[in-house]
């Protein structure tokens, strides 16, 4: 069961970049959580998925010399499902259509998430070089986080700037 949800049911095991198959996974099955419940369907889920990491990754990696391994993925589901909440949480508070999402606010999400998750700027590298089963999960929630404000600053320049 570990296994299964470290590695996404198998998304982590795409070769190459399995961290970015993951994110693209995640970002279609957050659309279609989105559709099903709107925003507070996806933030149950995002919780949901970030306790799971929480519990397997620990499990799973017990023993192993490096816990951060590649196929490892359930993070970048958390992080990217962290992200997508954002332009969500937009897009219900403005009272749109649950089937009413966007390919630039998912699109920018998974564009700025990928973003931060390679790049690791500031606490989110720190996140990450703090190692251990921890920090295989918080790099990719704060990647989650920074992306989500990137979207929300992207989409308020799009409409306030560009419009």
């Not at 259509?97 to 606490?123: E, V």
Request: aromatic share 16%; net charge neutral.
């Amino acid at each position: 069961m570990e296994k299964l949800l470290c590695t996404w049911f198998g998304a982590g095991q795409m070769r190459p970049a399995p961290g970015t198959w993951a994110s693209v996974v995640a970002v279609a099955l957050g659309v279609l959580i989105h559709w099903v419940g709107h925003f507070p369907l996806l933030l149950v889920a995002t919780l949901a998925v970030t306790l799971a990491g929480f519990w397997a990754v620990p499990r799973y990696t017990k023993g192993m010399e490096d816990p951060d391994r590649s196929e490892i993925v359930i993070d970048e589901v958390a992080g990217q499902w962290l992200a997508l909440c954002f332009p969500s949480f937009g897009f219900w508070y403005a009272g749109l259509d649950a089937t009413n999402f966007p390919y630039p606010g998912w699109l920018a999400a998974l564009i700025f998430f990928r973003l931060f998750d390679i790049w690791k700027p500031w606490i989110i590298g720190r996140a990450d070089r703090r190692g251990g089963v921890r920090g295989v999960m918080y790099d990719d929630l704060l990647a989650g986080l920074f992306a989500g404000i990137a979207v929300m600053i992207a989409a308020a320049f799009s409409h306030l700037v560009l419009m």
